[in-house]
Nanobody
Framework: VQLQASGGGLVRAGGSLGLSCSAS????????MGWYRQAPGKQRELVAS???????NYADFVKGRFTISTNNAKNTLYLQMNSLQPEDTAVYYC???????????????WGQGTLVTVSS
């Protein structure tokens, strides 16, 4: 699975930004996709995830501000980010977990990351 993230940029505090991640499945069945972020000097952390069945999970620090969604027809993952704050500044990575048909081993794939900078 190849993941290509886009949509990062510079935004002022209180603003909005949308991220996209296009996926090429390459024979895998995707079970779950998600967005992670890594701020300078910090560990990568989960922002939000969504299962193939549409169940979503959000980190407490983005609940009510960010929305994760997918367009299965376009094999695309989205993250709508509202009310952005300077502490949201990070490189955002898309992630996918997939299995080969008939197999149980789950592979993890990462996109290249896109930088989001929120100015105060």
């Amino acid at each position: 699975v190849q993941l290509q993230a886009s949509g990062g940029g510079l935004v002022r505090a209180g603003g909005s930004l949308g991220l996209s991640c296009s996926a090429s499945k390459s024979g895998f069945s995707i079970r779950q996709m998600g967005w992670y972020r890594q701020a300078p000097g910090k560990q990568r952390e989960l922002v939000a995830s969504i299962t193939s069945g549409g169940l979503t999970n959000y980190a407490d620090f983005v609940k009510g501000r960010f929305t994760i969604s997918t367009n299965n027809a376009k094999n695309t993952l989205y993250l709508q980010m509202n009310s952005l704050q300077p502490e949201d500044t990070a490189v955002y990575y898309c992630n996918a977990a997939g299995v080969r048909p008939g197999r149980s081993y789950e592979y993890t794939f990462w996109g290249q990351g896109t930088l989001v900078t929120v100015s105060s």
